[in-house]
């Protein structure tokens, strides 16, 4: 049975089906227990946000670097969706990031005695109060969400 790895991931940016590298996205999730009398009792709701990087080869960054150019500017890309996908035989994985703010981190990390293919990575922040799916599931409460989504 083939199972879900690293490498059996597509990836889709906004409407551009690219190759990354590499790729994260992590959630931070301020919900926090209350205390009464230094005893936990209960829990508050507390802000929450995602974000994540995505390293890109050059025949990546080429497709990007059009977009860049129709809009006039790296900054003037919209916020874009992403889609993290992977099957196994029996595994299937989706993980979907709303309003994905980009931001060129690190665009240049030369070493000529590397022998590694050379990538440029891009930081992303959720923007989105669609925020995150996993596997079709939102990740928040639709009732915090409520009156914002589109």
């Not at 099957?87 to 993980?95: A, R």
């Amino acid at each position: 049975m083939r199972r879900v790895s690293n490498s059996s991931f597509a990836f889709t940016l906004g409407d551009f089906r690219l190759r990354a590298e590499k790729a994260s996205l992590s959630i931070e999730d301020g919900r926090k227990e209350v205390k009464d009398g230094g005893v936990p009792n209960g829990w508050v709701p507390g802000e929450v946000g995602a974000s994540g990087d995505i390293e890109l080869d050059a025949t990546a960054m080429a497709i990007l670097s059009e977009e860049a150019e129709a809009k006039g500017s790296w900054q003037g890309i919209e916020p874009v969706d992403l889609q993290f996908y992977a099957k196994g035989t029996k595994e299937e994985e989706q993980v979907e990031a709303f309003g994905c703010l980009l931001n060129l981190k690190d665009i240049m990390d030369y070493d000529p005695t590397s022998d590694k293919k050379a990538t440029v990575k891009i930081g992303y922040v959720v923007t989105s109060p669609n925020f995150v799916k996993i596997n079709g599931v939102p990740y928040l409460d639709p009732a915090r969400v409520e009156g914002l989504t589109d």
